[in-house]
T-cell receptor
Framework: LAKTTQPISMDSYEGQEVNITCSHN???????ITWYQQFPSQGPRFIIQ???TKVTNEVASLFIPADRKSSTLSLPRVSLSDTAVYYC?????????FGSGTRLLVRP | DSGVTQTPKHLITATGQRVTLRCSPR?????VYWYQQSLDQGLQFLIQ???????AKGNILERFSAQQFPDLHSELNLSSLELGDSALYFC?????????????FGQGTRLTVV
């Protein structure tokens, strides 16, 4: 399983764009990259998934460079309610292994 | 509402006891995952079932066991409970078995061992 490295924490302000980068140097050919969001005492929630290039949905964008050794989750115009822990997962098999995640704090 | 139902929501029990946590996956989902999350800790993958069969095992203690029934609901059994087993236990479900499809998480069962 590819090991992922994310910043432990990030601070931002309402209305700003937030980019969280995840490093996964040992990503395998069949691996996908998935991001989840978790609020305190709640189960994680799927945000976005990609394999290469760029993926965009109604809440976020995921940028994956050609070598796929990293990925960046982009949250446009964050609000206070985006304060949460964000997890980057790299997987191709049955195991969904969560790392330590990035604790994002959005300030007024 | 993710569509994944976990019962009970809260459970308080004494050390040495045995408890069973139940998970009903979303309709149509064949995979069930179990996770343990201790206070301010990350999510520890315990085990995954797909259509009744065990597919992957994580750091699950020998005192813990799980199964998925023909109706696809799953149970996680925790025995000889210790204080350190106090945690939030999450169940997730997905359509596929390889994690590439979105996993939906339940609200968790908060277990307190006293």
């Amino acid at each position: 399983l590819a090991k992922t490295t994310q910043p432990i924490s990030m601070d931002s302000y309402e209305g700003q764009e937030v980019n969280i980068t995840c490093s996964h140097n040992n990503i395998a050919t069949n691996d996908y990259i998935t991001w989840y969001q978790q609020f305190p005492s709640q189960g994680p929630r799927f945000i976005i998934q990609g394999y290469k290039t760029k993926v965009t949905n109604e809440v976020a964008s995921l940028f994956i460079p050609a070598d796929r050794k990293s990925s960046t989750l982009s949250l446009p115009r964050v609000s206070l309610s985006d304060t949460a822990v964000y997890y980057c997962l790299v997987h191709s098999s049955y195991k969904l292994i969560f790392g330590s995640g990035t604790r994002l704090l959005v300030r007024p | 509402d993710s569509g994944v139902t976990q019962t009970p929501k809260h459970l308080i029990t004494a050390t040495g006891q045995r408890v069973t946590l139940r998970c009903s996956p979303r309709s149509g989902d064949l995979s069930v995952y179990w996770y343990q999350q201790s206070l301010d800790q990350g999510l520890q993958f315990l085990i995954q079932y797909y259509n009744g069969e065990e597919r992957a095992k994580g750091n699950i203690l020998e005192r813990f066991s799980a199964q998925q029934f023909p109706d696809l609901h799953s149970e996680l059994n925790l025995s000889s409970l210790e204080l350190g087993d106090s945690a939030l236990y999450f169940c997730a479900s997905s359509v596929g078995s390889d994690g590439r499809t979105e996993a939906f998480f339940g609200q968790g069962t908060r277990l307190t061992v006293v």
